[in-house]
């Protein structure tokens, strides 16, 4: 190789070459990139260097020209980045929901064949019109190969360097499982929790113990899922009904839902028994771990003792029921009765198809009263607490698009599915509850790269629909394009106009069973502050605004809407400081941000433990920082 002219000679093997660049990074020096005149013995040569250019870099490519000489054999190909080309589609409104990546942008390489048979890249354009992302490359197609046998171990370095995804070892069996058991539950548990802090000092754990020093109850979290609880700890489900282990210990769960929709865990325990007791001093276990912030919302499961702990450590969070639970009791409850499918099916109208209290209120008694149930004491106990499970009552706060305890995504419905069972020993769990986190994190991982990796089309030319377009993941703007197709099945109509605000009726027809009817909702706009309010409440429930809300943008021809209906929390585009945070159960899987992120941390502490001891450099610190921080974008621009 002479680096005085750029020229390399790949006369030898690709292996060869890629020892050569190996070498250089090694060195310090930067990665490899591509030259005018570089010249390889084949184009199969070509093309492995640039792939492998490409899979260092971050990016995907693909051949996007190739020409024949006359000879009849290729001669000139155009290696390019895959996000090439244009978005635009012939056809100006699609269904079509599937991403796509094209970005114009311009990377590429030339490469030719010339008369000494040697190909010659003629052209080099390095620059993307996108951010690259190398440590995500192993996500990409060409670079996700699985081998017969795997082995996960210390060695692979982690999710980052494995070049397959957590679904393709989801049955794989840790041989660690058997060593850690035989140094017996409790020590392994006490173990663990020092291991893993001492890892980071962020992962949190308490014991309560009784007066043999027996442990009665357990909670932690890893500080991933403290950083987390930042973002998506404003409404949280707390599940008791997962399972009991052998040792009857209740296995508690304190589970958000992320931007993705993806549950993510802020915290479990294991709880000796369901008293108001124990929950409270699991409560304020988790709330200490959070540093004092309670969330705005709680769902949980139908018990006395969990609402009487709520109501003590959290008395501002709003407390829900879990709906799925209270309706799947139906059966238990009411399936002596004559006519029991019309109560059911009168039960759930008055549950699901109301908007306002008063529908809803009607409703209810209404069947009460036409199949003499005033005597039915469940049914009387759930009316006087509608206030804690009725959708028509909770739909005005917000809940993320969660009414359930175990919640079905893409049809993963428990957070440790295919980890624990009630058989596993605590030893065991432990070690699978690291297993299960990393899955949870790599799903993450994955969800965040398709979002900026992609880009799904506009099924409209609605400007409203490509404003959301560029900012939200995939799976909330998939939520909102249901919302955008079934308004073709709404029409708004302008009722009463007094001062700012303006009504509008949206009538839309809406399919129940085999029979189609018609739904009227009242939607107010104030046309000076553009804010809206529907009778559906999506938006407030949900983040998501609804198809009622879009037919009246479209009535008043709005552009674009307020930036306070476009949620911070769906966004695809900001940095989540949980994610650079370093898995205290997998050290190994640091990503280089995640590596700067904890080595800045730590110089930070340093510099601040020695700060503090003066009053006049600790201010001097703070106005450095402050000079810093607003440097700050400019030096990213760099």
């Given at each position: 190789m002479d680096s005085s002219n750029n020229?390399?000679?790949?006369?030898?093997?690709l292996h060869e070459f890629i020892e050569i660049v190996?070498?250089?990074?090694?060195?310090?020096?930067?990665?490899?990139?591509?030259?005018?005149d570089m010249c390889f013995s084949s184009m199969d040569d070509a093309k492995s260097f640039y792939g492998e250019y490409a899979l260092r870099k971050g990016f995907r490519w693909k051949i996007r020209t190739s020409r024949k000489g006359q000879d009849g054999e290729i001669n000139y190909v155009i290696l390019a980045c895959t996000r090439e080309g244009s978005t635009v589609s012939k056809v100006p409104c699609t269904l079509k929901t599937l991403?796509?990546?094209?970005?114009?942008?311009?990377?590429?390489?030339?490469?030719?064949?010339?008369?000494?048979?040697?190909?010659?890249?003629?052209?080099?354009?390095?620059?993307?019109?996108?951010?690259?992302?190398?440590?995500?490359?192993?996500?990409f197609k060409a670079n996700k190969k699985m081998k017969r046998t795997i082995e996960i171990n210390d060695d692979a370095g982690g999710h980052e360097n494995i070049s397959f995804c957590e679904r393709d070892v989801k049955n794989y069996v840790n041989q660690e499982r058997r060593a850690l058991g035989k140094e017996g539950d409790s020590k392994a548990m006490m173990s663990y929790f020092c291991e893993m802090r001492e890892r980071n000092s962020n992962f949190f754990y308490d014991l309560d113990l009784d007066d043999d020093f027996h442990v009665k109850n357990v909670f932690w979290a890893d500080a991933r899922s403290r950083a987390a609880y930042e973002y998506f700890g404003d409404v949280v489900t707390f599940d008791t009904t997962y399972l009991t282990n052998k040792y009857d210990m209740s296995f508690v769960l304190f589970v958000g839902v992320n931007h993705h929709g993806q549950s993510t865990l802020l915290g479990c325990g294991l709880l000796s028994g369901e008293?108001?007791?124990?929950?409270?001093?699991?409560?304020?276990?988790?709330?200490?771990?959070?540093?004092?912030?309670?969330?705005?919302?709680?769902?949980?499961?139908?018990?006395?003792?969990?609402?009487?702990?709520?109501?003590?450590?959290?008395?501002?969070?709003?407390?829900?029921?879990?709906?799925?639970?209270?309706?799947?009791?139906?059966?238990?409850?009411?399936?002596?009765?004559?006519?029991?499918?019309?109560?059911?099916?009168?039960?759930?109208?008055?549950?699901?198809?109301?908007?306002?209290?008063?529908?809803?209120?009607?409703?209810?008694?209404?069947?009460?009263?036409?199949?003499?149930?005033?005597?039915?004491?469940?049914?009387?106990?759930?009316?006087?607490?509608?206030?804690?499970?009725?959708?028509?009552l909770l739909r005005k706060y917000f809940w993320a698009g969660m009414s359930t305890m175990q919640r079905s995504e893409s049809g993963h419905a428990a957070f440790f599915d295919g980890y624990i069972k009630s058989t596993t020993s605590l030893s065991q769990f432990l070690k699978q509850y690291d297993n299960a986190l990393i899955s949870r994190a790599e799903k993450e991982f994955e969800a965040d790269f398709n979002s900026m990796d992609t880009t799904i089309p506009c099924?409209?030319?609605?400007?409203?629909?490509?404003?959301?377009?560029?900012?939200?993941?995939?799976?909330?703007?998939?939520?909102?394009?249901?919302?955008?197709?079934?308004?073709?099945?709404?029409?708004?109509?302008?009722?009463?106009?007094?001062?700012?605000?303006?009504?509008?009726?949206?009538?839309?027809?809406?399919?129940?069973?085999?029979?189609?009817?018609?739904?009227?909702?009242?939607?107010?706009f104030n046309k000076e502050n553009h804010d809206f309010s529907c009778e559906c409440s999506l938006f407030e429930f949900r983040g998501i605004l609804c198809r009622h809300v879009l037919s009246v943008c479209a009535h008043e021809r709005i552009i674009n809407v307020p930036k306070k209906y476009v949620l911070t929390r769906w966004k695809k585009n900001i940095k989540r400081k949980h994610s650079y945070v370093k898995n205290s159960y997998s050290v190994a899987q640091l990503n280089p941000q995640m590596e700067r992120f904890d080595t800045l941390n730590k110089h930070f502490y340093y510099v601040a433990e020695a700060a503090a001891e003066s009053e006049v450099v600790t201010k001097t610190l703070h106005e450095t920082l402050h000079q810093f921080s607003s440097n700050l974008p400019h030096l990213m621009e760099v």
């Open positions: 020229m390399v000679d790949c006369g030898g093997s190996d070498k250089f990074k090694d060195d310090g020096v930067a990665c490899w990139e591509p030259a005018m991403p796509t990546r094209v970005d114009h942008c311009p990377a590429k390489i030339c490469i030719k064949m010339e008369i000494d048979g040697l190909w010659y890249i003629k052209k080099f354009v390095p620059d993307h019109s996108h951010e690259t992302i190398p440590t995500k490359a192993r996500l008293d108001t007791e124990s929950f409270i001093w699991l409560f304020k276990s988790w709330l200490r771990c959070m540093l004092g912030k309670a969330p705005i919302g709680i769902i949980t499961d139908q018990c006395k003792a969990m609402q009487n702990a709520i109501e003590l450590v959290f008395p501002t969070t709003c407390h829900r029921w879990c709906l799925r639970n209270i309706m799947k009791k139906i059966p238990k409850k009411l399936n002596g009765c004559n006519e029991y499918k019309k109560i059911k099916d009168a039960m759930e109208e008055a549950v699901y198809d109301t908007y306002t209290t008063t529908a809803l209120e009607e409703k209810w008694c209404s069947f009460i009263d036409k199949f003499e149930l005033q005597q039915n004491n469940w049914l009387s106990e759930l009316y006087n607490e509608r206030h804690r499970w009725a959708p028509t099924g409209s030319t609605s400007s409203i629909e490509k404003q959301f377009q560029g900012e939200y993941t995939h799976s909330k703007f998939k939520e909102l394009q249901v919302e955008f197709r079934s308004k073709m099945n709404c029409v708004a109509s302008l009722n009463i106009v007094e001062g700012c605000l303006a009504t509008y009726h949206v009538l839309e027809d809406v399919v129940v069973g085999d029979q189609t009817k018609e739904n009227v909702f009242k939607v107010v």
